[in-house]
T-cell receptor
Framework: DAKTTQPTSMDCAEGRAANLPCNHSTISGNEYVYWYRQIHSQGPQYIIHGLKNNETNEMASLIITEDRKSSTLILPHATLRDTAVYYCIVRAYSGGGADGLTFGKGTHLIIQP | DAGVTQSPTHLIKTRGQHVTLRCSPISGHKSVSWYQQVLGQGPQFIFQYYEKEERGRGNFPDRFSARQFPNYSSELNVNALLLGDSALYLC?????????????????FGEGSWLTVV
């Protein structure tokens, strides 16, 4: 799976949109972009994923650039409960192979009151 | 619906002992994976099981083993515990092994089992 690069930490004011960038310049055509977050001492929580098109669900929006080399996770109205480590992961669906996710160090997002 | 459930939530073991951690996947999920997360790092992949067979293994020593049961639940076993095995052990499940691009491929995690080796 392709490697990703994320900022180590970010701050965002409560109520504002939080925009978390991710670079994945070596992504392959069959690799999806996944986002998970991990609140302190809990298991990772799935947020959203996408291939080419922008995606939106009840938690967040995912914007993927046309060349697919980078993406941005958007939390539209951040709350204090969104303080967590956010992981960007690229992942292929390999026929018959293992599907272990490769986590980097992620971005520690701190929502300020 | 219940998510991925793990037990125990916390445990303390002594160096050299053996530990068994248990996981029940989301109902209908046939694939289970195990991850180790040491403090300050992201989770690291240990094993994946599908239909009771090992389908993938990360870079972990043979002291680590796992199995999957007919009801798709799973156990992770670690022998000859070392201090460095202290970590959060996460179980994750998904519906299918290779459904292509379908929703059955999303991986969901449990809350983990905190293991402290003293």
């Amino acid at each position: 799976d392709a490697k990703t690069t994320q900022p180590t930490s970010m701050d965002c004011a409560e109520g504002r949109a939080a925009n978390l960038p991710c670079n994945h310049s070596t992504i392959s055509g069959n690799e999806y972009v996944y986002w998970y977050r991990q609140i302190h001492s809990q298991g990772p929580q799935y947020i959203i994923h996408g291939l080419k098109n922008n995606e939106t669900n009840e938690m967040a929006s995912l914007i993927i650039t046309e060349d697919r080399k980078s993406s941005t996770l958007i939390l539209p109205h951040a709350t204090l409960r969104d303080t967590a480590v956010y992981y960007c992961i690229v992942r292929a669906y390999s026929g018959g192979g293992a599907d272990g996710l490769t986590f980097g160090k992620g971005t520690h997002l701190i929502i300020q009151p | 619906d219940a998510g991925v459930t793990q037990s125990p939530t916390h445990l303390i073991k002594t160096r050299g002992q053996h530990v068994t951690l248990r996981c029940s996947p989301i109902s209908g999920h046939k694939s289970v994976s195990w991850y180790q997360q040491v403090l300050g790092q992201g989770p690291q992949f240990i094993f994946q099981y599908y239909e009771k067979e090992e389908r993938g293994r990360g870079n972990f020593p043979d002291r680590f083993s796992a199995r999957q049961f007919p009801n798709y639940s799973s156990e992770l076993n670690v022998n000859a515990l070392l201090l460095g095995d202290s970590a959060l052990y996460l179980c994750a499940s998904r519906q299918f092994k290779d459904p292509g691009q379908g929703v059955g491929n999303t991986i969901y995690f449990g809350e983990g089992s905190w293991l402290t080796v003293v």
